[in-house]
């Protein structure tokens, strides 16, 4: 199965599909963290909607920017409406939704998503893959069923909320959760190649 993990520096999503025996690639502005051999620097719009130049995709995981989107920020909400951030981000989420892909999965936080494009089909927590700790993650899902929880743990740690400021405050809070990333890979896999 051909998979494309939109908007991913970390390369987690895009290795746990790699180690289930698919052909998996990152794509993202930023260079990955992983191996740079399966990951293209460049927009990831480009890479989904260029079947000829890329090949057909059977499955793309999509991670847009939420700072423009996430309800976490809607004491900024006004000045990024009036200056069009909020809407060229709406733009993406809304291009990435409709390429030319038969499933996609589209991942968010709580955000104006909801109330712009559509309602999330699922919102999970890390604490239901494994992870004790708290944070919404909102799932828009084309021709895929939604997650089941596969290792539900005690704990409802608010880590990534309590993050102090920092350089790298937005890259460690938009990191996949390993065991979010593998159930995707193993749900999801047995859901494609069971259609």
Request: overall charge neutral; aromatic content about 8%; proline content about 8%.
């Amino acid at each position: 199965m051909r998979v494309l993990v939109a908007c991913e520096y970390s390369a987690t999503v895009r290795d746990a599909f790699r180690a289930r025996g698919h052909d998996a690639w990152s794509c993202d502005l930023l260079p990955t963290e992983g191996d740079p051999s399966y990951h293209w620097q460049k927009d990831c719009i480009d890479v989904a909607t260029l079947t000829d130049h890329f090949g057909n995709w059977d499955l793309m995981i999509a991670h847009p920017p939420c700072t423009d989107l996430a309800v976490s920020g809607a004491r900024h909400f006004a000045e990024k409406i009036a200056d069009g951030r909020q809407q060229r981000a709406l733009d993406f989420v809304q291009a990435l939704l409709e390429a030319p892909i038969p499933r996609i999965a589209l991942e968010n936080p709580i955000s104006v998503i909801s109330s712009k494009i559509r309602k999330p089909d699922q919102i999970i927590q890390p604490w239901q893959f494994g992870h004790g700790e708290t944070k919404a993650t909102c799932l828009w899902l084309k021709n895929l069923p939604p997650l089941t929880p596969v290792n539900v743990v005690a704990g409802r740690s608010d880590r990534i909320h309590k993050m102090p400021p920092g350089p790298n405050r937005w890259k460690e809070r938009s990191r996949t959760y390993q065991g979010i990333a593998d159930a995707m890979a193993d749900q999801w896999s047995r859901a494609v190649l069971l259609s």
